[in-house]
């Protein structure tokens, strides 16, 4: 069970080291299914930051980039679920979609 | 019942170190078990339930209620007599079922989760009330002391040692479907009369676990078996972060504080998040929240005060 509706899960630290976008001080380790990827976590960042703009996000996780389901990555790297996972996140460099041309 | 993890001979304690860890943990909680004892005698022995009742040719108070026909019935209706009815000796079996997935190391929360197995294990071998039985859960279920087996410094220390906090996940849904196994199992080796018989799980555990709706199931079936379970959420984090020597910066650890990021489609099938706060979905209808273990005797007392008081309310009695 690893959809975005399955039942596996892992409790999630939010960083940033970009000022602009720090979440309030209160909020802490979050329990996210482990079937989510970057957009479900870029939309997540983005309520909690209340942004009227939401901010095309990418995620870091041990210095890698997440390019896959959370799952697949706890897989691929020998990580456990029953660890909190420190996620740091920073401006899209790419943005996620072509820009419209004018 | 006993399946051995893939991971527990990874950090396993030797003896000598189980049994000066049981001797430090049993005496660092000695004078807490006295007060867990008391509490507990008051609760568990049955004898301040006894009531005058009955209908006898003989007896030590008159029933008010039998006067009037027995008058009517020219005095043949004799039976107006009430007795101090005997309490009948309960006997009890209790399941100490203890988290030992990693994240209870992560989270500091083993020496609490020690801590309460010796207070608790202490305080029930002073009240010689019944058969303890000890398991480990993760992604397996150990047990690592049964109901037949007497509680002793020795077996303390063996419990200890079987306990590894490293296994990769916390199935609570299987470690409770066990546990319902091993209770009719006990029940069915118990002597006397089964209806005497009082069945308790503490599970102790940092509190995280998935599948929220099929361990509901589980506990309303080990209720609807006598099975009280109590589940005591060791929050050894919030205890962690509250040090001073911590700054602010530190983010909230506690699992009060504890959000649960929830995807669902609406009406419209377009994907809704929506946070909820962890504890709002927990299964389990007794949980007690430990932050210490100082706190214990007082709180767990209050939750089994309250389950024997709903028990003997519903005819259990
Ligand atoms: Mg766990």
């Given amino acids: ?102 | 019942h006993t399946h051995i993890s893939s991971e527990a001979s990874a950090a396993t304690m030797s003896l000598d170190e189980a049994r000066s860890a049981w001797a430090e943990h049993e005496s660092s909680t000695r004078n807490l078990a006295l007060i867990l004892t008391e509490h507990l005698r008051l609760i568990l022995h049955p004898t301040q339930a006894t009531k005058m009742r009955g209908d006898f040719r003989t007896g030590k108070r008159l029933n008010i209620k039998r006067i009037i026909p027995y008058i009517a019935s020219s005095y043949k209706r004799d039976k107006i007599w009430m007795r101090r009815s005997i309490p009948s000796k309960r006997s009890y079996q209790i399941m100490l079922a203890i988290d030992d997935s990693k994240s209870m190391d992560e989270s500091d929360s083993k020496s609490l989760a020690f801590e309460t197995l010796a207070l608790v294990a202490k305080s029930m071998s002073m009240l010689e009330v019944g058969e303890i039985c000890v398991l480990g859960f993760g992604e397996e279920v150990k047990l690592a002391h049964d109901f037949s087996t007497p509680f002793t410094s020795e077996a303390g220390a063996e419990v200890f040692q079987s306990f590894t906090f490293a296994q990769s996940k916390t199935n609570v849904r299987k470690m409770l479907a066990e546990s319902i196994e091993l209770f009719r199992a006990a029940r069915l080796k118990a002597t006397g009369s089964s209806s005497e018989l009082w069945q308790l799980q503490l599970i102790i555990s940092d509190g995280v676990c998935e599948d929220h709706p099929s361990i509901r199931q589980l506990v309303r079936q080990a209720f609807e078996e006598r099975i009280m379970v109590v589940f005591v959420i060791v929050d050894a984090l919030s205890r962690k972060a509250s040090t001073p020597t911590q700054s602010a910066a530190v983010p909230n650890q506690s699992i009060l504080d504890l959000q649960t990021a929830e995807f669902a489609k609406d009406a419209d099938g377009e994907m809704q998040l929506k946070m909820v706060k962890y504890l709002d979905t927990f299964p389990f209808q007794y949980y007690l929240i430990v932050r210490d273990v100082q706190e214990l005797p007082g709180v767990l007392a209050g939750a089994l005060r309250q389950w024997f008081a709903e028990v003997v309310e519903s005819g259990g009695d």
């Fill in chain 1, 1 to 102: 069970m690893s959809g975005v509706n399955g039942s596996a899960q892992v409790k999630i630290q939010l960083q940033t080291k970009n000022p602009e976008l720090q979440l309030p001080q209160e909020i802490g380790p979050i329990l996210v299914r482990t079937g989510l990827k970057r957009l479900e976590l870029s939309r997540l960042v983005n309520n909690l930051l209340e942004a009227t703009q939401p901010v095309p996000l990418q995620f870091l996780i041990n210095g890698q980039f997440l390019r896959t389901t959370i799952d697949d990555f706890l897989t691929q790297n020998g990580i456990s679920a029953e660890t909190t996972l420190t996620v740091e996140y920073v401006k899209a460099l790419i943005p996620p979609q072509t820009i419209a041309s004018y």
